[in-house]
């Protein structure tokens, strides 16, 4: 069997929103949004940086919570904490590995709280319906349309930890380096939950009868 | 899939994951290596969920919300206190006065079950299908939930589908909800004057905590049972 490259993770069908929303001259999407907390404008840093990432922040939440209610609370709590802590980011990385940090922690806290619930809320199908589906043609939407279910509800069988890795590594594409700093783990942790992850993942779609 | 295979597969993916740059590991089989490059762009490309409609003017209103200010520590009482006695009395009958004539109005959560277009009356029992109907007049911002079993966030306004448009009542707006009871329980409307950003603690009882440890005022409504 011939060699391979590692797997990496080929780019998102949906574009970067942070190269979307037209990038300042100097090409650095945050750059507006330093410049206003440097004059300490933070009221409008955390505006520039919710319509810099709060797709990014949303969907992650999303997936991480199946739940969309949830997903805006934590969506909420993330720019609301943000604001209030913005004056303590010290410029190390960038100002979305610092919101993706905020945003696991506060979605782990609140995995730990519906976990007191004796019964999950209903899942919300319309969160697979709002989502974005630019395959035009319809008999491939209705397939697409259950393997992306398929692979949402195999993803929740992970535990968050590793959902979380998972969702880093691949809807986010970022490297060992940079999920390692958001999630405060090794690198060699992490990529030994993606080992482990992705054979789950295979088998979880397999008995779902969805064939890669 | 053996034991045996998922290990291999595990093992290989591990070596792929840990490679230098641009270094080749081999694969188990040719198969193995498009299955999981397959899997890897389908997590990739799992489709964009926008954010909600609206949400980032709630939490910009919310940063508006002036932090509600620490109860003042009662002060130790001193010998000069006793001579300023009389004036203190008539200092705090005023400031009650004052406070009372400022006491921030009561709200009340109208709740009402339709059974299609028909209210149900008192004596009547709900039933699943039920429309659950619940409005409130508020004087600025607030947020008006549905929990069913005091345990569920059901839904919550503005946000949910089921909220009917903001309407301009006097100086006030109304904020009201018709959701169907889709299944048995207990259903409650609860309201949250004042722009806070709540969380979510996953219970009725643990968001009222967090909503009034915030400053804000809370107003429960009465519950309905669907059967």
């Known amino acids: 069997v ?32 330093l410049d206003a907390l440097a004059r300490g ?117 992970l535990s968050p930890e590793v959902r979380m890795t998972v969702l880093l590594r691949f809807q986010l594409g970022l490297s060992y380096a940079e999920i390692g700093a958001i999630l405060d783990a090794r690198a060699g942790t992490l990529q030994q939950r993606v080992a482990r992850a992705l054979p789950a993942l295979k088998a979880c779609l397999e008995r779902k009868g969805v064939a890669l | 899939v053996t034991p045996d295979d998922r290990k291999a597969d595990e ?37 964009a969920v926008p954010a909600p409609a609206g949400w980032r003017d709630r939490m910009l209103a919310a940063l508006d919300e002036p932090v509600p200010a620490p109860a003042p520590r009662p002060r130790p009482t001193r010998r000069w206190s006793l001579i300023a006695a009389p004036l203190a009395m008539a200092a705090a009958v005023l400031l009650i006065w004052r406070l009372s004539a400022d006491r921030p109005q009561q709200i009340a959560i109208e709740v009402e079950v339709r059974a299609g277009d028909v209210v149900r009356r008192s004596g009547e029992t709900p039933a699943v299908g039920d429309l659950f109907v619940a409005r409130v007049l508020l004087p600025g911002a607030g947020e008006l939930r549905v929990y069913r079993n005091d345990s569920q966030l059901f839904a919550r306004c ?18 009201a909800i018709e959701i169907p009871m889709t299944s048995k329980g207990d259903y409650r409307a609860i309201v949250i004057d004042g722009a806070i950003g709540l969380g979510l603690t996953g219970t009725l009882d643990g968001d009222v905590r967090d909503a009034k440890e915030r400053g804000a005022r809370v107003f429960i409504g009465k519950s309905i049972s669907a059967r």
Request: charged content about 30%; overall charge negative; aromatic content about 4%.
């Open chain 1, 2 to 33: 011939a060699p391979s490259d590692p797997i990496v993770p080929p780019p998102s069908r949906a574009p970067d929103p942070s190269l979307s929303r037209g990038d300042p001259p100097d090409g650095d999407p945050e750059r507006p949004a």
């Open chain 1, 41 to 157: 404008d933070r009221k409008l840093a955390v505006a520039l940086l919710a319509g810099l990432y709060e797709d990014v922040v949303y969907a992650y939440c999303h997936r991480m919570l199946r739940d969309p209610l949830r997903a805006e609370d934590v969506l909420q709590q993330v720019f609301l904490q943000a604001h209030r802590d913005l004056g303590d980011f010290a410029g190390r990385g960038s100002l979305r590995g610092w919101l993706l940090g905020i945003t696991n922690n506060r979605c782990l806290d609140a995995i730990k709280a519906s976990k007191r619930l004796a019964r999950r809320m209903e899942d919300d199908v319309s969160a697979v319906e709002n989502a974005v589906d630019e395959s035009p043609d319809p008999l491939e939407r209705v397939d697409q349309g259950r393997r992306v279910r398929a692979l949402e509800g195999c993803l929740d069988e």
């Open chain 2, 11 to 47: 093992a290989w993916l591990l070596a792929r994951e840990t490679a230098e740059d641009g270094a080749a590991v081999a694969a188990p089989s040719e198969e193995t290596r498009r299955v999981y490059e397959a899997l890897a762009a389908e997590l990739a490309q799992l489709p």
């Open chain 2, 158 to 175: 503005p946000g949910h589908k089921a909220c009917l448009p903001v309407r301009r009542v006097g100086d006030r707006d109304e904020h």
